[in-house]
């Protein structure tokens, strides 16, 4: 008797267990599909060519921190969620750039170095100040970035010298100036105009 009341004991846990586990398995694709799953982060690598407005071209190297995830509309290989930007500058040395942006304007005016950079998604914009914010500039001040307002930005910088696009075309080690200006890239008119051009409306 006791046996099989041990027997009958075991059998309705693995029966709680069973339905406990299908249960979590369950809410765990539901919440999936519902808001997409992160995958684990990676990171892409890649250096481009900068021309500057005191007529030096320098080597910018970028890596961004991806994460793949469903954006609502469709599933995304890479939301870029952070950036970092190093470039070597004539009479400045090495300069370094770690924000949760993604850097479009990188150039000289007056020996002044301006920095500006877009939110990639609404998550970083609000981050940053709003969810309609569309820039956010930073000034080189005694060896370090200070943020300042857009409008502050010489309107000789207006025009992007750093890739618009997110991510580079596949497989790119070193994005050539004449390539980075080309109708594929910074040249397409199909990007919106606030990004082929500072838009002060949008300051």
């Known amino acids: 008797m006791n046996k099989k009341l041990s027997d009958l004991d075991c059998e309705y846990k693995r029966r709680v267990f069973g ?8 809410m765990v694709i539901s919440l999936c599909t519902a808001t997409g799953c992160a995958e684990e982060p990676h990171y892409i690598l890649w250096q ?15 890596k961004v921190r991806c994460e793949g995830g469903n954006t609502g509309a469709q599933y995304a290989p890479c939301i870029t969620r952070e950036n970092w930007l ?3 500058l004539p009479g400045y040395g090495l300069i370094e750039w770690h924000e949760n942006l993604h850097p479009i304007v990188l150039n000289l005016s007056n020996r002044m170095l301006y920095l500006v950079a877009i939110p990639p998604t ?7 100040g709003s969810a309609d914010l569309t820039y ?11 943020r ?6 010489p309107t000789s910088l207006r025009t992007p010298n750093l ?21 594929a890239l910074n040249g397409n008119l199909g990007h919106p105009g606030f990004l082929r051009q500072l838009d002060p409306s949008r300051f």
């Open 19 to 26: 339905r406990a586990r299908f249960l979590l398995l369950w």
């Open 48 to 62: 481009e060519e900068v021309s500057l407005s005191d007529g030096h071209t320098v080597i910018a190297t970028q």
């Open 86 to 88: 190093t470039v070597v």
């Open 122 to 128: 609404m998550r970083e914009a609000t981050q940053y």
């Open 136 to 146: 956010v500039a930073f000034r080189w001040d005694n060896g370090a970035w200070s």
């Open 148 to 153: 300042i307002r857009i409008a502050d930005v």
């Open 163 to 183: 890739l618009i696009d997110l991510l580079p075309p596949k497989g790119t080690n070193v994005l050539k100036l004449a390539e980075k200006d080309s109708p």
